[in-house]
């Protein structure tokens, strides 16, 4: 069974967890859809047991009228266990996380397609529509997106719905179970002044079917991890309720701090007056399974020249455990779990960013414009597993 790398496992999962909180508040992790480009990306999370996530993402954006565009995105994971030979415990690494369960490596891929339009002095529509695949899990998710602006595009209201229909058949399962997922969003985006914005909103996610990913087993009646290689009587399969309620709410506060030239007096007290912005972003959640979560993220931009901007960004992310989760199960128990997600745990990721601006060249070509993007961050999980994530960014505007 893949317990042998709790604490791995507990990686993969708190990132998976933090990924599904910020998508479940609204936050759109799409580039900014203003202008056409095209974008390449690349990604490496090495943790501290020898377990190396590779994803590579290529975007395009086109854009057909001043109203109308459309969104093309191809993304690939690539999970390597024991790609630098044996963990810290001496032992070779088959199966070190809950994604490469089943021994070996696994590959994601994920393929989102969009287009949105604006109706004028109406409302602005998008339609997006996603597919991934991994061998023991497949996802598809429509998305529709409508905002409003109002008081001279000082006020904008926002309202998301999206349909998660996923596909498990974990190495455990024998066969494909089905989970339903339709999540709601309602957000408001607020301008206090020409140099401070406000968002704020709310998420409902309400999920039906197979909750546990059938690749992990629950020693129960005293057995232990070890001897789970397979479903016996003493060796039984995750149980969770067949459904789930998730909410969420969001707080967003983005500052520019003014040029020397236009600068407040406050902003000259405070040492700031360089053209930097500041995002304070605050996100609680909770469910009926009685986990609760918070989650707090600065980010700051800093110009660094005409050309070179630094930004530096810290989260820490902080949950408690399911109410049915324990150490230790019996096979009475009608719920059971030694899934990491389920655990209490907390996390901090710190890192920066360095993004060049391209300048632009007569002699171009359809490439006018863009940035050239480096990233590190480091990943600390409660549990003493570590990660190291650099990303590697080309984006072109055309």
């Known amino acids: 069974m893949d317990v042998t790398r709790p604490s ?45 996530v590779f994803t ?35 032992d070779a690494i088959s199966s070190a996380s809950s994604a490469a369960a089943g021994g070996g490596q696994d590959t994601r891929h994920e393929l989102t397609a969009g287009v949105s339009h604006n109706f004028k002095d109406l409302f602005k ?29 000082n006020t904008t209201l926002s309202f998301g719905f999206s349909k998660n229909m996923d596909e498990i058949s974990g190495k455990f399962l024998g066969r494909t179970e089905k989970r339903n997922t339709s999540n709601y969003y309602l957000g408001v985006t607020q301008v206090i002044s020409p140099v401070t914005i406000v968002q704020a909103g709310y998420s409902h996610s309400d999920s039906k079917g197979y909750m546990p990913e059938g690749i992990r087993l629950v020693p129960v009646d005293g057995a232990t991890a070890a001897s789970c290689t397979e479903e016996s009587a003493t060796c039984m ?15 967003g506060i983005n500052h520019y701090f003014k040029k020397e030239t236009d600068t407040t007096v406050a902003d ?20 009926d399974w009685d986990i609760d979560a918070f989650t707090a993220e600065v980010v700051q931009s800093r110009p660094l020249s005409e050309n070179r901007t630094l930004r530096l960004n810290y989260r820490a992310y902080i949950q408690d455990k399911a109410s ?21 745990f907390h ?13 632009s060249r007569p002699q171009a ?3 006018e414009l863009g940035t050239l993007e480096g990233k590190y961050e480091f990943y600390l999980e409660s549990s003493r597993v570590s990660a190291h994530i650099l990303m590697a960014s080309l984006k072109f505007v055309f």
């Open 56 to 90: 590579e993402l290529f975007a395009l954006n086109k854009e057909f009228s001043l109203d109308t565009s459309a969104y093309l995105k191809y993304t690939v994971d690539i999970i390597q266990p024991g790609l630098f030979g044996e963990d810290d415990d001496g």
């Open 8 to 52: 791995v496992r507990k990686a993969l999962a708190a990132l998976l967890a933090l990924s599904c909180v910020f998508s479940i508040v609204g936050v759109d992790t799409r580039e900014a859809q203003a202008e056409e480009y095209a974008l390449a990306q690349s990604y490496v999370h090495a943790f501290s047991n020898n377990v190396a």
């Open 237 to 251: 399969d995750e149980a969770f309720p067949d459904n789930r309620k998730r909410n969420a709410f969001i707080l």
């Open 365 to 367: 070509g359809p490439f």
């Open 268 to 287: 000259k007290a405070l040492g700031i007056s360089d053209g930097s912005t500041i995002r304070l972003t605050f996100r609680y959640y909770y469910d």
């Open 125 to 153: 529509a998008e339609l997006y529509y996603d597919t991934s695949s991994e061998k023991d899990y497949s996802s598809s998710t429509p998305t529709v997106t409508l905002s409003k602006e109002f008081f001279n595009k």
């Open 347 to 359: 996390t901090h990721l710190l890192g920066a960013k360095l993004i060049h601006q391209l300048k």
């Open 324 to 344: 049915f989760f324990k150490d230790d199960y019996l096979s009475s128990d009608t719920l059971r779990s030694t899934s990491p997600q389920h655990r209490s």
